[in-house]
């Protein structure tokens, strides 16, 4: 009896385990994907790593598991040396480091309850002795490396429903946690300009709400059932498309509203839904009305309306002047760590600890000149300190300063200013990181209070970047790539026009995902960005053209650096023949016969022909599908990373087969503040000796009219006393 | 309507605003583009280059002559410019409050000089050269009355100068000279001193009966110097007037020249001439630099009051200048709120719209204070006076004056601050390398691409301006000298400026005997040691403090050069001995030598002569004779026939005073045995003959005078000379001090000390100045 009764629990236990996993789906990253190190050593006496991941809103997680890869040093003593686990600081394994084998692996099941929906944090931590008693406490024997490239994180998590409230819905949905990307499907008519333009806005507006996480927008005329949907449109568009799926609603205004995905009727003719998915309608009864929907369905971050949807009468947006985009500094200002979003930090303890934030330089600052970047410290270190501890700053990975900490009774400094030549900033993203290296001053063997060693960096403490000139040279696709460069110069896209040579689906999925790109590296929506199909329409703006390589303009495409054929034909193509110092690579050039690969997209940078100093930037493939996948391939970090100079084509085929060629081939420009280029400063900055030259000219010119001048005055003095008077009997001349 | 759109649209106007617009344009070019887009490299090539330029230029002759000039003189503003731009923007950083004070101390000062700068190169842009202006129609000659006002000079001054006034070649009857007693008041003659009053007014009145000259001595001595003229002008009645100090000895030709610039101009206020001196500035004597250049003050007539004259602001200096009575009486006489009285009485002037003349030609030979505290006292007079002007009656507030003129007189005031920046840079650098006051923020590069360019490009700009008239570092020299004292009395006087009343420079003072001035010398001694003490403070700094060695370097550099004027200065505190009584002046010319003992005669050249006397140099020995050896004897009487440079010959007698061989030349000295006449003779042919000082001028203004490595060297040479001299000096002061308290004397701490003052004795101490 006991023999069948036991096989029959089993499979009942299977069964329920079974059943209670049915619907659930799997989520397993290498921890490499999840915090920029492969490998990673943990050195000295006590060390530990942290890794923040993310657990999206829509899951709930049901079982965490973690697969641990470690190589620790053979000089360790096994008895006392550990390597624990904690989940949001609450330990979840630990084990031995083991001298004898020095290859582990470590298995932790990691409790659900234990996570949150949110950022979690995993820490590695070491405890490593080499010997009982007296040891050094950073002897080089003592180091565990974390495998992370060989270690993985699986979460079993099962989806929640959509809520059932606006501003809820749009965090739920649209999450900047979501794993491993965001996926949004836009439903609208793309017939109607209007329509495609504020889907646009809808578009860019849901990208800043995935932040840094990538999306991927697609477009249709219907529902894409799997998937999040946003449905854009006018009252006439929307209701009857609504009505089809049974999810029908009258448009009574500018309207935004949330609703469970309709997948349409069943067999009975009842509307289905698809509860873990979500519709964002965001529809008016005009084009004005539809704009404002937009604009509000971008903007709603307050808890507010308490419903699945809401009338908007207004939006009112704030005036966002050049250079204030996301992350941004603001020059000739004092900024204090404060304001820069930095708590104040301490480092306790012993050996080196560092501290990393990154600032945001305009990308056409000019940083050349002899200017110092001044960082203003507040800081207090506790005593018991070597006399060789430090704080040091890098910049950019390059050592910037160094603080000595040479007061073995501690010292509280205020102020203490450092110039960090301007130089080692770049354009755009700057890291800087301070590393604080506390080395005891007692000797080995002596009892170390080590949380007695301590520097704490205080949130007062300032920078100030001087005000520089904004003067650069395009086209420079690495700057789109890090900062949607020269689009993100204004944030609110008020000097973006896009040009759609053709406005099929497949372009104006193209267009929301680089609307969408746009939008996440300056943090606001494009609101004011412009839309033009077959010709650009606001020609003193960034012209961002998508399309077909052989759909651009004519006038477009002659100026662009390498003409290249979707169709058999005869093409000139620049190859990379030598890089020379100095002058920049050289190329030679073929002209053959033939096309561009289908797989393969362009992007090339170059001047407008309408504005001096305004760019064009070309997204072009062989066909609309193509234009679409390249869009969808630039959001991937691997080819950003590779984008660069003037022209690169990017294969968009799967993600392990994509490629980047990037060349800085054609005719530069430059472009000055605001996307105008004074002709007068560009010949100046580029042509010193004109400088010279015409500071010459103007000392001559000035000269002769002060010389004319002051001749006048000498020859009225002169007459004076050469005038006779009749005062005194003289004779007038 | 049509009025203000053609004082709108006139041509000075728009050459003006045309002028100005063009310069903004370039000014910011340069600003904006040197600043913002230029990396080190290019700022370096920018300041050195057009620092180069300038030198080129400098050193040019064409470029001291318009148009060229212009060119020069914008290129010295674009660099300063350039300098005051990143000095200000680049440079003002806040570190702590002690560093802050310091800082804003530093640029303050650094400020007042770039300001001095400036108005130094708008006012030296054109300086005007005239030709005299003889009087036109004779037969309606202007009448004038020459006004001499005197105080306490003796009696041989004031008799000097009236004689050479009675000689000054004008119609007899259209020429009145009076003599302005402020010594012999009715009020003096009644209260302490009176008997010395009595003596004083008998001996002037006697003189003036002498010369055929007026007499004027009024009730009460109210207003000083401008209260004694006032009073004379309500007594007299000429249509000039012609005031002369009563040691400004007058030319023949002082008239002739000049008053036709009134008889041509109706609007004339006054023609000022230059004071040429007879004797060496004090600071000048005993640096010992006045035989082979030029005077302090020939800086100022030489150069700055033509500049002056082209902006018609050229101001009355007190004496050697001829006035309007009319305008003078339109304006209520000279003014008497401002002790320097001549400055603002010229300033209401040129309110009135009354125009200026200088003529630089010299026609008063004069005398300066030769006592170190005469000098003092002198230029504490005009400083607090011009600020009294300056906080008063400011030139920039005044109606009537054009711009033009407002910042010729703006200039003029803002000078006397000069102690403040003065005393601000000697104790900047200490302060750094001492206390550790960060006042000064920038790199060694930034003070190779910035500052270096703009501190040479100011003494190339003074070089260029006064090449002729002053060595490299005199003015440092002068302006060190008296910053001590300049400053308590600049700041007295803008604290409270009615308070400042007219001192009279001592005119009789002499200097006895070589003796210290030690309360001048003590605080370069003290600034000296200062910056000395400080250099240990750098190294210990470059040392241990390897982050700050660019703002150590710099301020090594500047203690070095602070001390480096300072001990050249200290020589000017070194008082050489000198008697009064014999002006003597280097001349030229031929004279014919007549031994009537023995009846020989003899051609001889003028080498030099004073009022009693002259020196000649003899071509051969003279031989032959009845009852002489060959040679000339010591006192052997002689007769000498000289003439000017006008041909009138005059004969003098006298005996032989001294004789020597020097260089194959019979060198000997004839002493006068006046008369009335002769002395009279002696009086017109020495002052009376303008040619001479013209020459004279031209002699010792034609040196070259920009020559770094040899003018470093001269003044360090003799600045090392003077503080040894000093430190002597102020050891045996102190050890005939301390000995007299100790009932010892000197000659017994002399004989005492003996082996040590072999070392280098007072007699040497001496020697080198």
Not at chain 1, 638 to 647: E, F, K, P, Q, R
Not at chain 1, 670 to 677: A, H, I, Y
Not at chain 2, 603 to 618: F, K, P, W, Y
């Amino acid at each position: 009896m006991k023999n069948r009764i036991m096989p029959l629990l089993a499979a009942l236990l299977f069964a329920a385990a079974s059943f209670a996993s049915a619907g659930n789906k799997t989520y397993r990253s290498s921890l490499d994907k999840l915090n920029p190190h492969g490998t990673l050593d943990l050195k000295c006496v006590s060390s530990s790593y942290k890794i923040s991941f993310p657990v999206p809103e829509r899951w709930t997680v049901r079982k965490a598991g973690l697969l641990l890869r470690y190589t620790n040093s053979s000089n360790l003593r096994g008895e006392v040396s550990q390597l624990s686990v904690r989940i949001n600081d609450v330990p979840v394994g630990q084990v031995k480091l083991d001298p004898r084998k020095t290859e582990g692996e470590m298995s932790v099941n990691i409790p659900a309850a234990r996570l949150e929906n949110g950022y979690n944090t995993l820490t590695f931590s070491v405890v490593q002795h080499y010997q009982d008693n007296c040891e050094q406490w950073d002897a080089p024997d003592l180091w565990t490396n974390l495998q992370f490239d060989r270690s993985f994180l699986e979460l079993e998590y099962a989806e929640r429903r959509v809520p059932a409230k606006l501003p809820e819905a749009l965090g739920f949905m649209f999450d900047p946690k979501a794993l491993p990307a965001g996926e949004v499907n836009v439903v609208l008519d793309k017939g109607s300009r209007e329509s495609v333009l504020q889907a646009g806005v809808a578009a860019s507006g849901i990208a800043r709400r995935f932040d840094y996480k990538k999306v991927g927008f697609t477009a249709s005329a219907g529902i894409v059932p799997g998937r999040d949907n946003i449905l854009v449109g006018e009252k006439k568009f929307v209701e009857p498309l609504l009505s089809g799926l049974g999810a029908g609603f009258e448009v009574a205004g500018p309207m935004v509203k949330v609703v469970p995905l309709p997948l349409g009727r069943d067999k009975e003719g009842l509307p289905r839904f698809d509860r873990r998915r979500g519709l964002l309608v965001i529809a008016g009864r005009s084009p004005e009305e539809l704009k404002t929907a937009a604009r509000a369905a971008a903007e709603i971050s307050f808890p507010f309306p308490g419903a699945g949807e809401t009338i908007v009468k207004e939006v009112s947006l704030p005036d966002l002047p050049y250079y204030s985009g996301r992350g941004h500094i603001e020059t000739g200002r004092k900024l204090t760590f404060r304001k820069l979003g930095l708590p104040p930090f301490t480092f306790r303890g012993i050996g080196n600890m560092t501290e990393d934030f990154s600032v945001r330089v305009p990308n056409d600052y000019l940083m050349r000149a002899g200017k110092y970047i001044s960082l203003s410290l507040n800081f207090i270190y506790g005593p018991g300190l070597k006399e060789d501890s430090s704080l040091t700053v890098i910049v950019n990975d390059t050592i910037a300063q160094v603080i000595n900490m040479a007061n073995p009774a501690g010292e509280r400094m205020e102020k203490y200013k450092l110039d960090i030549p301007a130089y080692l900033f770049t354009s755009g993203e700057n890291k800087i990181r301070f590393i604080a290296s506390l080395t005891p001053k007692s000797q080995a063997c002596e009892l170390l209070m080590v949380d007695s060693y301590f520097l704490t960096v205080y949130n007062n403490s300032t920078f100030t970047f001087p005000k520089m000139p904004h003067l650069l040279e395009l086209p420079r696709l690495e700057l789109f790539a890090d900062n949607a460069f020269p689009f993100g110069r204004l944030p609110g896209g008020g000097d973006v026009e896009i040009l759609l040579p053709e406005s099929g689906y497949d372009e104006i999925a193209a267009m929301f995902n680089l609307a969408g790109f746009i939008s996440r590296k300056s943090g606001y929506p494009l609101y004011d960005m412009s839309l033009s199909v077959g010709a650009p329409e606001k020609r003193d703006r960034e012209l961002l053209v998508i399309g077909r390589l052989d759909k651009l303009p004519e006038e477009l495409a002659d100026g662009m650096p390498v003409a290249l054929r979707n169709a058999p034909g005869e093409s000139e193509v620049p190859n990379l023949s030598a890089k020379k110092w100095g002058t920049g690579p050289l190329f030679s050039l073929t002209r053959q016969i033939g096309a561009l690969d289908t797989e393969y997209g362009m992007l090339m940078g170059m001047e407008s022909p309408y504005v001096a100093g305004r760019s064009v930037l070309f997204f072009g493939a062989h066909s609309s599908a193509g234009v679409a996948d390249l869009s969808r391939a630039v959001l991937d970090h691997d080819i950003l990373g590779a984008l660069n100079g003037t022209v690169a084509a990017v294969s968009f085929g799967s993600e392990a087969s994509r490629r980047v060629a990037s060349l800085d081939y054609g005719r530069k420009y430059w472009t000055g503040k605001d996307g105008r280029l004074s002709r007068f400063v560009y010949f100046m900055y580029v042509h010193p000796f004109m400088y010279y030259g015409s500071l010459i000219f103007l000392i001559l010119v000035l000269s002769l009219l002060l010389y004319f001048y002051l001749s006048g005055i000498r020859a009225r003095r002169l007459e004076l006393a050469r005038r006779r008077s009749p005062v005194h009997g003289g004779k007038e001349k | 309507m049509r009025n203000i759109l053609s004082r709108i649209f006139n041509r000075r106007i728009m050459l003006f605003a045309l002028h100005y617009v063009a310069a903004c344009y370039a000014f910011s070019l340069v600003l904006y583009l040197l600043e913002r887009y230029f990396n080190l490299f290019h700022k370096d090539m920018i300041g050195w280059v057009m620092l180069g330029l300038l030198i080129v230029l400098a050193r040019v002759r064409e470029y001291k002559l318009p148009p060229a000039r212009m060119t020069f003189l914008i290129l010295a503003s674009l660099i300063a410019l350039r300098y005051t731009f990143w000095r200000t923007f680049s440079t003002l950083v806040y570190t702590d409050l002690p560093s802050m004070i310091g800082t804003i101390v530093l640029y303050a000062a650094e400020m007042y000089l770039v300001g001095t700068h400036f108005l130094g190169i708008f006012v030296g842009l054109w300086p005007l050269e005239r030709d005299a202006a003889p009087p036109e129609d004779t037969g309606h000659l202007p009448t004038v009355d020459v006004f001499i006002p005197t105080y306490n000079e003796p009696l041989e001054m004031v008799k000097l100068t009236a004689t050479a006034a009675a000689q000054i070649d004008y119609p007899a009857d259209k020429l009145k000279i009076y003599i302005l007693d402020d010594g012999a008041t009715a009020a003096k003659r009644q209260g302490p001193g009176a008997g010395e009053a009595e003596r004083r007014r008998a001996g002037m009145s006697a003189l003036a009966a002498d010369l055929g000259i007026s007499y004027i001595a009024r009730e009460k001595n109210e207003h000083a110097k401008a209260g004694n003229v006032n009073y004379a002008l309500g007594l007299t009645g000429g249509d000039l007037v012609l005031l002369l100090d009563s040691d400004h000895v007058p030319t023949r030709d002082i008239l002739s020249n000049t008053v036709g610039f009134f008889q041509r101009d109706p609007r004339l206020g006054l023609v000022q001439t230059p004071h040429f001196m007879g004797n060496p500035s004090i600071i000048e004597k005993n640096i010992g630099s006045f035989s082979n250049s030029p005077r302090e003050n020939d800086m100022f007539f030489n150069m700055i009051h033509r500049s002056l004259d082209l902006w018609n602001a050229s101001y009355f200096c007190g004496s050697a200048a001829i006035l309007r009575r009319s305008a003078l009486e339109e304006i209520g006489g000279f003014a008497t709120t401002s002790i320097t009285e001549d400055v603002q009485t010229s300033m209401l002037l040129h309110q009135r719209g009354y125009n200026s003349v200088y003529f630089r030609k010299p026609m008063v030979c004069g005398l300066q204070p030769n006592t170190f505290t005469a000098y003092v006292i002198q230029r504490m007079r005009w400083a607090q006076g011009m600020v009294q002007i300056f906080m008063l009656n400011n030139p920039l507030t005044r109606k009537g004056l054009d711009l033009f003129q407002k910042l010729c007189y703006l200039n003029a005031c803002y000078f006397w601050f000069f102690s403040f920046s003065r005393l601000v840079m000697y104790f900047g650098p200490i302060l750094f390398l001492t206390f550790g006051l960060k006042i000064y923020h920038a790199s060694s590069a930034q003070v190779l691409s910035y500052t270096l360019p703009h501190v040479i490009a100011i003494f190339v700009v003074m070089y260029f301006f006064y090449g002729n008239t002053r060595r490299l570092f005199f003015s440092e020299v002068y302006e060190s000298a008296q910053m001590m004292f300049m400053a308590p009395a600049v700041l007295s006087t803008l604290l409270n400026p009615r308070r400042p009343v007219f001192k009279i420079t001592p005119k009789e003072m002499g200097v006895e005997k070589d003796e210290l001035n030690l309360t001048g010398a003590m605080p370069f001694f003290v600034v000296v040691l200062a910056n000395a003490a400080a250099l240990p403070f750098a190294v210990y700094k470059w040392i241990y403090f390897p982050a700050y060695r660019d703002v150590i370097l710099i301020g090594n550099f500047w203690c070095l050069y602070n001390m480096f004027i300072a001990i050249m200065t200290l020589g000017a505190f070194f008082e050489r001995r000198e008697s009064r009584r014999n002006t003597r002046f280097s001349i030229h010319g031929k004279a014919a030598l007549r031994l009537p003992g023995s009846g020989v005669s003899a051609e001889a050249a003028l080498v030099d002569g004073s009022l009693h006397g002259l020196g000649l140099s003899l071509e051969t020995e003279l031989s032959g004779g009845a009852g002489r050896a060959e040679g000339v004897l010591v006192g052997e009487r002689a007769e000498v026939t000289v003439s000017d440079s006008a041909g009138k010959k005059y004969v003098f007698s006298g005996s032989i005073v001294n004789t020597v061989l020097r260089r194959g030349r019979r060198l000997c000295g004839v002493e006068f045995d006046h008369t009335e006449r002769s002395y009279a003779d002696a009086v017109s042919f020495l002052y009376g003959d303008s040619s001479r000082w013209t020459e004279m001028l031209r002699t010792r203004s034609t040196g070259e005078m920009f020559n770094v490595s040899s003018d470093v060297y001269y003044f360090l040479k003799r600045g090392l000379h003077g503080m040894l001299v000093c430190l002597v000096a102020a050891l045996r002061w102190g050890l005939e001090r301390s000995g007299s308290l100790l009932g010892i004397s000197a000659a017994g701490i002399r004989r005492r000390l003996a082996p040590g003052w072999k070392i280098y004795r007072w007699k040497n101490a001496r020697e080198v100045i």
